[in-house]
């Protein structure tokens, strides 16, 4: 079955500094990779998503890559705020799945230091 | 319009007791998927539900767990005779289920459940 791995487990970095974190899948089928940002104490919620036939995708601060010949993705956070402090969560939806059904990486706890 | 509503929030037993947790999926959303999550820990996935039919149960321990997503009404987590490893939060999330697949799940706010 499908197998996400996700590093670093912890990030820290100063404000206004770049964040990249870095998540690998196993199922070559996999065709759509969310990611979620939770709060302490808060659900998690979707920030961005990318399918597989695209390569990169922008949000304001916050872009996705995608490699799928490599089979990893990674998350992009620019100039980031202590509000940005998380833990964030990828995760890949295997194509064989007929459903919605995601896998999670780990989870990396981001701290922004003001 | 509502996002996953999830009940209780907050839910206190003591061992050997029964715990039910409901989740009422966003509107025009047929799936229904449940995690669990420890403290400082990634989410676990349990089960995978459309109304009336557990789709995927790959997640669910073996024995006291159970779950449902009746015709009408939330869906039903149920834990019987609880221990204290079943302490954690418990996370509802609901996808569209039709149209085009791989669509995002969206969470509930979770059942933080405790055990004396």
């Known amino acids: 079955g499908e197998n996400v791995e996700q590093h670093p487990s912890t990030l820290s970095v100063q404000e206004g500094d770049s964040a990249v974190i870095k998540c690998t899948y196993s199922?070559?089928?996999?065709?759509?990779f969310p990611w979620y940002k939770q709060e302490l104490g808060k659900r998690p919620q979707l920030i961005i998503d990318?399918?597989?036939?695209?390569g990169e995708k922008k949000d304001q601060r916050i872009a996705v890559t995608l490699n799928k010949t490599a089979k990893h993705f990674s998350l992009h956070i620019t100039e980031t705020q202590p509000e940005d402090s998380a833990v964030y969560f990828c995760?890949?939806?295997?194509?064989?799945?007929?459903?919605?059904?995601?896998?999670f990486g780990p989870g990396t706890s981001l701290s922004v230091i003001p | 319009n509502a996002g996953v509503m999830q009940n209780p929030r907050h839910l206190v037993r003591r061992r050997g007791q029964e715990a039910r947790l409901r989740c009422s999926p966003m509107?025009?959303?047929?799936?229904v998927y449940w995690y669990r999550q420890l403290p400082e820990e990634g989410l676990k996935f349990m089960v995978y539900?459309?109304?009336?039919?557990?789709?995927?149960e790959s997640g669910m321990p073996k024995e006291r767990f159970s779950a449902e997503f009746p015709k009408e009404g939330p869906s039903i987590l149920r834990i019987q005779q609880v221990v204290r490893g079943d302490s954690a939060a418990y996370f509802c999330?609901?996808?569209?289920?039709?149209?085009?697949?791989?669509?995002?799940?969206?969470f509930g706010d979770g059942t933080r459940l405790s055990i004396l």
């Open positions: 999330a609901s996808s569209p289920g039709v149209g085009r697949s791989n669509q995002p799940q969206h």
């Open positions: 199922d070559s089928a996999s065709n759509y």
């Open positions: 990318i399918r597989s036939n695209v």
């Open positions: 995760a890949a939806t295997p194509m064989k799945t007929s459903y919605d059904k995601v896998i």
């Open positions: 509107k025009g959303h047929s799936h």
């Open positions: 539900l459309q109304k009336e039919n557990i789709i995927d």
